[in-house]
């Protein structure tokens, strides 16, 4: 299972030049990894800044890799029609990771 988990309002909540984390979908992302999902973090800001958050969430461990927000996308498959599920940081307060994974595992090749 291959997850991209955001930053901004994500991972952390910003308020001025003051970074909240959002503890239920950093708890959230550490059950995905135990439960054996990959995970990359990609952030608008572009990569060093999803890392930089990441690192300071104790969740670099977590993430294969650090990637920008794609601005443009080059795909044969429309994106409605790829296989994918996408969850809001407030989902996360009721899924366990693994139950994610198996909900969703036999709807994503």
């Not at 992302?29 to 572009?46: F, P």
């Not at 969740?59 to 294969?64: K, V």
Request: contains cysteine.
């Amino acid at each position: 299972m291959i997850v991209y988990v955001d930053v901004d309002d994500t991972l952390v909540r910003s308020f001025g030049s003051k970074q909240i984390a959002m503890s239920h979908t950093q708890e959230y992302v550490r059950k995905l990894k135990e439960a054996g999902a990959s995970l990359y973090c990609w952030s608008s800001g572009g990569a060093e800044y999803a890392r930089r958050v990441a690192t300071e969430a104790g969740l670099a461990d977590c993430f294969i890799a650090y990637l920008p927000k794609p601005q443009v996308l080059v795909d044969d498959v429309l994106v409605e029609n790829w296989e994918l599920q996408q969850l809001h940081p407030n989902e996360c307060r009721s899924q366990a990771g693994d139950e994610l994974l198996a909900a969703i595992s036999g709807t994503c090749r």
